[in-house]
């Protein structure tokens, strides 16, 4: 088990703040947050979007592919049922449900029931629909179906109106699309408690004391397991994962404004200077004065 010892940054004279200050919580000194970048990893470009297509069908409708589709596509399930069929499998497609498909494998879909409205999209490669852990040939279950109509709808408007930039339009909505949809699927299947609002209240109290305690009875966690989901999601404790922010925000200051060192310590409540440089150098392998001056030169 993780030992939450008051770290030296913790310690203050200040009374604790709460978890979530009021917008206007006064502090010492203004402070740079830190900065917010992508990470350098691959990852699979967008998917490009091709057609959509709005679909209220009946006991007649019966389409067949004998060489599959020409690009992968994604069926989206308002109303009724249908029947998808893929070499050996059958997919019933009901209301609130989706199926992406792949290309150039043999299938047919028919309405079954004498009702059957859904939406279709053709879209370019599946690397992103994986990569955002969107299963492919598998029926998936939804609970933001009237979200995910108000985009196809919107992706419609867009193809019908067409005005300066509507390509890039239409692709952005598929995007905001398949980003619902990985959402979704993420609440679902994820056994944590969502930790991003813990997260971003750390971020956003960056200059505020900094005590474990308060964001585990928030959590609603033990402890135990806080500390466990904690450092899954991020590799690092709550403690030394706040402790790097202070620093990444104590190394911008450093770079942007003239504050002095003991006072960037004091406003991101660093115990004293001395424990403020000696956690800076560990981190940075240098210490702040000589980042600044190295900086400035």
């Excluded at 193809?159 to 949809?181: C, D, K, M, R, S």
Aim: aromatic residues 12%.
């Amino acid at each position: 088990m993780e030992k939450d010892h008051n770290n030296m940054y913790n310690r203050t004279k200040i009374k604790a703040q709460p978890i979530f200050p009021s917008r206007g919580a006064s502090s010492e000194m203004s402070y740079i947050n830190v900065p917010y970048q992508l990470t350098e990893t691959q990852y699979p470009p967008p998917c490009q979007f091709k057609s959509i297509w709005k679909v209220q069908a009946n006991s007649s409708y019966k389409v067949a592919h004998p060489q599959g589709l020409s690009t992968p596509g994604l069926f989206v399930t308002l109303e009724g049922k249908g029947k998808f069929v893929q070499g050996n499998e059958e997919k019933m497609l009901t209301a609130g449900t989706l199926l992406f498909v792949e290309e150039k494998l043999p299938c047919s879909y028919d309405c079954a029931d004498d009702n059957w409205k859904f939406y279709f999209i053709h879209f370019d490669q599946l690397p992103m629909i994986r990569h955002l852990g969107l299963p492919v040939g598998e029926r998936i279950t939804t609970a933001k179906i009237n979200e995910a109509a108000r985009l196809c709808e919107r992706l419609i408007e867009i193809l019908i109106i067409q005005t300066i930039g509507y390509e890039y339009a239409a692709n952005l909505v598929l995007q905001e699309l398949l980003l619902l949809f990985a959402g979704d699927r993420i609440v679902k299947v994820s056994s944590n408690l969502d930790l991003g609002e813990i997260l971003l209240q750390m971020h956003r109290n960056i200059a505020q004391p900094f005590r474990s305690e308060d964001f585990i009875r928030h959590s609603g966690l033990s402890r135990t397991a806080f500390f466990s989901q904690f450092r899954e999601m991020t590799g690092k404790s709550p403690n030394q994962y706040m402790l790097e922010l202070k620093l990444a925000s104590a190394k911008a200051s450093l770079e942007s404004t003239n504050t002095s060192v003991k006072d960037i310590a004091a406003s991101l409540h660093f115990y004293d200077e001395f424990h403020f440089s000696k956690s800076f150098k560990k981190r940075y392998g240098i210490s702040p004065r000589m980042y600044r001056k190295l900086g400035n030169s």
